[in-house]
């Protein structure tokens, strides 16, 4: 399961009501960084047959199924650290280490 808490959600409905069009988020993840892996978010556009749909604060999140064993868990807030940063931080359970930035992690 993945979830998002009510800032993510809101952010996700703030951005997909500005696009126009949409039906939730897509979390991804690609081999990078300094640990392994880093996340990717992009908006979800269709559900393809490899992929798992979660309903979370009124809010579609779309995951590969091939990536649930790296995901499952996880949770996304939408932060912000200061003026010119925001975005969105996962709390995964499943993440056996992350580097110094926070940018990459290792499952």
Not at 44 to 64: H, R, T
Not at 79 to 88: I, M, R, Y
């Amino acid at each position: 399961m993945i979830q998002l808490t009510p800032r993510a959600a809101e952010h996700v409905k703030s951005m997909l009501s500005k696009r126009g069009h949409g039906i939730g988020l897509r979390l991804g993840t690609h081999k990078a960084g300094c640990t392994g892996f880093m996340y990717d978010f992009d908006y979800a556009d269709e559900i393809d047959d490899g992929d798992l749909v979660f309903d979370s604060q009124d809010v579609k999140v779309v995951v590969s199924k091939e990536l649930m064993e790296q995901l499952d868990g996880s949770e996304i807030d939408y932060v912000t650290t200061n003026a010119l940063n925001k975005g969105f931080e996962i709390m995964n359970p499943n993440a056996k280490e992350m580097c110094g930035c926070g940018e990459s992690f290792h499952v």
